[in-house]
């Protein structure tokens, strides 16, 4: 684990805002139909807002940004009776296998248990293992703009493996 990683809201760090973006833009947006513009509306929303959603936490290590996370109302389309999700979970090349994803997604998943959610849901194409590790499980296959990926969720607060029920 990266010594000196510091996790902050955006709201505590608004010049990470165009980062975040260039992340998230670079990524999955410019794939997707957004605009570049369109993804920097959702990150000054998360900076500019309260204790609402949409948030985002950066990882800080050495001082330079190192990763970041979304929690958000939506973010599949098919599934709007679904909420609210973790997104945009990206840990610059620099910096990964370090730990900093375990630690975003735990402060996201606190933060998600602080604010009453009982359940988080997510889809990823590629970093299933990654989430398994953290406890959360695939609940069903769907296609994304970016392929097939596991739809997957986790009870706010478990620590292990949640029981899933009533999907």
Avoid at 112 to 127: D, I, M, N, P, V
Avoid at 133 to 156: C, F, H, S
Wanted: charged residues 25%.
């Amino acid at each position: 684990m990266t010594a000196h990683t510091v996790i902050k809201t955006l709201r505590s760090c608004p010049e990470m805002i165009s980062v975040c973006t260039s992340w998230t833009f670079g990524q999955w947006d410019c794939q997707s139909g957004s605009t570049f513009e369109e993804t920097n509306r959702l990150f000054r929303e998360a900076a500019e807002g309260g204790s609402s959603l949409p948030l985002t936490f950066v990882a800080v290590a050495g001082g330079k940004p190192a990763g970041m996370i979304s929690l958000c109302e939506s973010d599949f389309k098919e599934r709007t009776d679904l909420s609210p999700w973790l997104t945009s979970l990206y840990i610059h090349p620099a910096h990964r296998n370090k730990g900093i994803a375990f630690l975003l997604i735990n402060r996201l998943e606190l933060e998600a248990e602080r604010l009453g959610f009982k359940r988080l849901y997510l889809t990823t194409e590629a970093s299933r293992g990654l989430y398994e590790k953290n406890g959360w499980l695939e609940i069903d296959r769907v296609q994304t703009p970016y392929g097939e990926a596991a739809l997957m969720a986790k009870d706010v607060g478990e620590t292990n493996y949640p029981r899933l029920q009533d999907e």
